[in-house]
């Protein structure tokens, strides 16, 4: 619990996030300046300078207040430091969520999905984690490949396995579950911790439980290992050593298997893992598998939308599509969103907000109009309803290049560039024409006589046009979107 220094009162850590964000409401957070990572907060509900040497960071322009203790002693002063970590795979999930809301009409609670779906495990034993969390990059894909997870805590133990040092064990874990290499345990009893790793030390936790299974270490003792192992604090553990050795023996295990245990964990403090750190990562990135594998298109187009402006990722996630025999559409002025949506036959529109030199606000007014009167029947029918103080000249430039009129069928992208006798390209002429049906209608709805609600405004001729080449629409295409579509 969170220890008020003032009153002596604990706070209970709950699992309830609601609850957590109640109980520190009011406590004073100062950001903590730490070597490693900047993210760490300290809770204090007293005067903070009472304790702690305070400073401004400079980086932040004093706006923020910092403990110059170093972070890996700030504990030692009596302090409790959080790790806050921001992820944006948490926004991936809530709009692929949405997306679903929207394409399918079904609200799925994320928090509730089965752990066990065969269909999120195929996936995982197919290597096609392109675009999940944690579980993407080229290594990880062929060890999921040749492990064949099965269970949760197979992805909880390859999490905590593929980093610098325990790697060198996976190949080993693999053959042990696939029945190749048989399981064996130092001493029988530690089966009991052991088993769902096949017999490897993968996490700190087990550790800390062996400890006290083996040589009978406190809570307090088995936990100060971990820190030892955690912190490479060889000291520590050369200290601890003797302890483990003689409370092994006591309990009838030869020194010569203790030794042996002793060696394997000083060599496992070099990258000692959490299992609750792997447990958290590897539950939200099942549940970006179970998305990817359950609604592809709704979680791919969440995906895309939060690498918009990552033309290297989105064209990673464009392949993946296409793997996946999803289709990523061009920009459409009827059927995009502001983010990548999904279409009614199920495949991703690239969304308006993606092409360079259109607005959140140019997006937006297409998107208000659209949903207040109906698609948009054409390009003369769009420039009629369209506020074009809001969607300008620039704006639509920008949409016609980028392919988001060629649903209309009216006009080819170069019509809207030829240049008339009075110099001005075909996109402004219907530009001054929308803005005159604009304002004549206005006249007409406000007029105080009765009669016909006519509006005599002409449609300006389309003009015709030497066709570009496809080298020259889709060099248009890309230096607007950043990719060929």
């Known amino acids: 619990g969170v220890k008020e220094r003032s009153t002596g009162k604990v706070h209970a850590v709950v699992a309830n996030k609601n609850e957590c964000g109640k109980q520190l409401t009011g406590k004073q957070l100062f950001k903590v300046l730490h070597k490693i990572c900047k993210d760490n907060t300290t809770v204090m509900t007293d005067q903070f300078s009472d304790y702690n040497i305070l400073d401004k960071d400079s980086e932040k322009k004093g706006k923020i207040v910092v ?5 890996s002693v ?7 430091k959080m790790d806050l970590l921001g992820l944006k795979t948490l926004s991936i999930i809530k709009g692929a969520l949405e997306n679903i809301r ?13 752990m066990d779906d065969p269909v999120t495990y195929r996936l995982y034993g197919e290597g096609k984690t392109v675009g999940t969390f944690q579980f993407e990059s080229a290594g990880m894909q062929k060890y999921l490949h040749e492990l064949q997870p099965s269970t949760f805590e197979d992805l909880i133990a390859m999490n905590a396995l593929y980093r610098p040092g325990p790697m060198e064990n996976i190949p080993k874990f693999i053959d042990r579950k696939q029945g190749r290499e048989p399981i064996e345990y130092d001493i029988p009893v530690m089966e009991k911790y052991l088993k769902d790793t096949y017999g490897i030390t993968v ?7 062996l400890s006290r299974l083996l040589a009978n270490f406190t809570r307090g003792e088995s936990d100060t290992l971990r820190k030892a192992m955690g912190k ?9 050593k003797p302890k483990f050795i003689e409370g092994g023996n006591k309990n009838g295990y030869t020194l010569e298997v203790l030794e042996k245990i002793w060696a394997d964990w000083e060599k496992f403090a070099s990258y000692a893992f959490n299992k609750s750190h792997a447990t958290c990562y590897s539950w939200i990135a099942y549940q970006t598998a179970y998305l990817k594998a359950n609604y592809p298109a709704e979680y791919m187009a969440a995906v895309m939308s939060r ?3 990552n033309i290297t990722e989105i064209t990673k996630l464009m392949d993946e599509c296409k793997a996946m025999g999803i289709m ?15 279409t009614a036959a199920g495949n991703i529109r690239f969304g308006l907000g993606a092409i360079k030199g259109v607005g959140e606000g140019a997006v937006q007014s297409i998107i208000d109009e659209r949903a207040a009167n109906g698609l948009f029947t054409g390009i003369f029918d769009f420039v009629q309803r369209v506020n074009l103080n809001t969607c300008n000249k620039k704006n639509m430039e920008c949409l016609a ?11 080819k992208r170069e019509q809207y560039f030829v240049v008339n006798p009075k110099k001005e390209v075909f996109l402004e002429t219907l530009i001054r024409y929308g803005n005159r049906y604009q304002m004549d209608k206005a006249m007409v709805t406000n007029s105080l006589f009765g009669g016909e609600n006519v509006i005599e405004v002409s449609t300006p001729d389309i003009p015709s046009a030497e066709r570009w080449n496809d080298l020259e629409r889709l060099n248009r295409e890309k230096e607007l979107i950043g990719i060929y579509l």
């Open 74 to 80: 700030i504990e030692e002063t009596g302090l409790v």
């Open 203 to 209: 996490y700190q936790e087990q550790v800390m439980l």
């Open 401 to 411: 290049l980028a392919g988001g009129f060629d649903g209309f069928g009216e006009l």
């Open 328 to 342: 990523v559409l061009g920009p459409d002025v009827n059927e995009s969103n502001l983010k990548f949506t999904v």
């Open 307 to 309: 690498n918009a402006s």
């Open 232 to 240: 490479k604090l060889r000291d520590k553990l050369d200290h601890m």
């Open 102 to 114: 929207l394409s399918r009409n079904i609200e799925i609670n994320i928090d509730t999905i089965p």
């Open 67 to 71: 403990t110059q203790y170093e972070g």
